[in-house]
């Protein structure tokens, strides 16, 4: 069965510092991956996805994430957080159409 | 464009009782999947809607249904409530088209803003 662990529960970076937010996952074969970002009240908005070909992916608000088989990781990374940022992070994987397991979330602080 | 719409946005029931959410995909998209979300289990997968036909289902119990209309809006039942079905209910609404060349599954999954049922 497919999983996804996000070790961090609650991150604190300093505004303009950069962030790397940590996802592994467990799947049979080669995987989808995802992260998304909730804001409280909100929906879940995608950032960025991996299904295959470079293992560097870009996403969107400056966002981008690195594949490692070998590591069974999907990081998330910025170079410089924005105040804006705070939020909760989602690493999810999908095996099936349709079917995403969702990691337990990283909650994003930034301070000034 | 709309986004996903999802009606009620929030929802005070009692133990025992029965409660139906909505939710309206964006226009052409035809997949509609159900998440709940809760502080202690996160979020987990209910259930996945494509042409009025339910193609997976995530571990809940019956109490649980779903069902899709022909113009992909999607409905949740949750019969019985208990305490613990108090959560944030997201929709997610997908593109998936058919044609003779295959199907093709968008591989990016649209949320809607949630619905939070709260049982008392």
């Known amino acids: 069965a497919q999983s996804v662990t996000q070790p961090d529960i609650h991150i604190t970076v300093s505004e303009g510092a950069s962030l790397e937010l940590r996802c592994n996952y467990s799947?049979?074969?080669?995987?989808?991956l995802f992260w998304y970002v909730q804001s409280p009240g909100q929906g879940l908005q995608l950032l960025l996805k991996y299904f295959s070909g470079d293992t560097l992916v870009q996403g969107i608000k400056g966002f981008e994430a690195e594949f490692k088989r070998s590591q069974s990781s999907f990081n998330l990374r910025k170079p410089s957080v924005h105040w804006s940022d705070a939020a909760e992070y989602f690493c999810?994987?999908?095996?099936?159409?349709?079917?995403?397991?969702f990691g337990t979330g990283t909650k994003l602080q930034v301070i000034p | 464009k709309a986004g996903v719409t999802q009606t009620p946005r929030y929802l005070i029931k009692t133990r025992g009782q029965q409660v139906t959410l909505s939710c309206s995909p964006i226009s052409g998209h035809r997949s509609v999947s159900w998440y709940q979300q809760t502080p202690g289990q996160g979020l987990q997968f209910l259930f996945e809607?494509?042409?009025?036909?339910?193609?997976n289902k995530g571990n809940f119990p019956g109490r649980f249904s779903g069902r899709q209309f022909s113009n992909s809006r999607s409905e949740m039942n949750v019969s019985t409530l208990e305490l613990g079905d108090s959560a944030l209910y997201l929709c997610a609404s997908s593109l998936v088209i058919l044609s003779s060349g295959g199907p093709f599954e968008s591989d990016e999954q649209f949320f809607g803003p949630g619905t939070r049922l709260t049982v008392l």
């Open positions: 809607y494509f042409s009025e036909t339910q193609r």
């Open positions: 799947y049979g074969a080669t995987p989808y």
């Open positions: 999810a994987v999908a095996g099936g159409y349709q079917k995403v397991t």
